[in-house]
Structures are given as C-alpha cells and as structure tokens.
C-alpha cells in the first residue's frame, strides 16, 4: 500500500489544519489507520489511530481535545483534524496503515506515507 500524505502548511498558533491521507491503488478499508509526527532531532511519535470501522479511536495526551481523526470509506481517506495549533505541533506528520489493530508504536505499522510538513508559527 502506497499512502499519499497531504494538507500541511505554514499556519499561526491557534490556527486550523486537515491533513488528508489517501492509497493509490488499494483500498483502506481493512486497514487501522494512524497520524505520526516526527520534529528534526527527535524520534516519530504517535498523534491519533483509528480502526478500520472506525469504531476504536486513540489519541496521544499532547493533541487529545484539539485534533480529530476519521476516516471515510467512500472517499477511501482518512483525515486529522487539527484545531488549536500550538508551535510544539510543528513536525513532519506521517500516515500510517496496518492490518492489525490500531496501536501506537510505529513499528507495528507496515506501511507509510511520505509525510506532510505542518509549521506552527508563534
């Protein structure tokens, strides 16, 4: 599965962001999803998952209440809603998918997009 990151940009605190994630070529359906973000000198972290029904949601403490992650089976995407923009957001935000259940190590994760930088300025 190749994954299509896309929607980051240069924002001000506390301003809004949706970053979209999309396969080229299979279908996302099957797949829990997760949202990780790595800044420069520090390692990948983990944002959001979302199983593959959507039913089960996770979120890391730092984003819980301001990012929201979906997904929508008819557009085959999955989608992080970001509101409340903070500088420590600032990262490069990877999507991810694996067959498993949604869990936050990244290593659990066979497949990932190629990224999408998302800079918070102050």
């Known amino acids: 599965v190749q994954l299509q990151a896309s929607g980051g940009g240069l924002v001000q605190t506390g301003s809004s962001l949706r970053l979209s994630c999309a396969p080229s070529?299979?279908?996302?359906?099957?797949?829990?999803m997760a949202w990780f973000r790595q800044a420069p000198g520090k390692d990948r972290e983990f944002v959001a998952a979302?199983?593959?029904?959507?039913?089960?949601?996770y979120y890391a403490d730092s984003v819980k209440g301001r990012f929201t992650i979906s997904r929508d089976h008819a557009k085959n995407s999955v989608y992080l809603q970001m509101d409340s923009l903070k500088s420590e957001d600032t990262a490069v935000h990877y999507c991810?998918?694996?067959?498993?259940?949604?869990?936050?190590?990244?290593?659990?994760?066979?497949?990932w997009g190629q990224g999408t930088q998302v800079t918070v300025s102050s």
């Open positions: 979302i199983s593959y029904s959507g039913g089960s949601i």
């Open positions: 991810a998918a694996d067959l498993g259940g949604p869990r936050e190590q990244p290593t659990k994760y066979d497949y």
């Open positions: 070529g299979r279908t996302l359906s099957s797949y829990a």
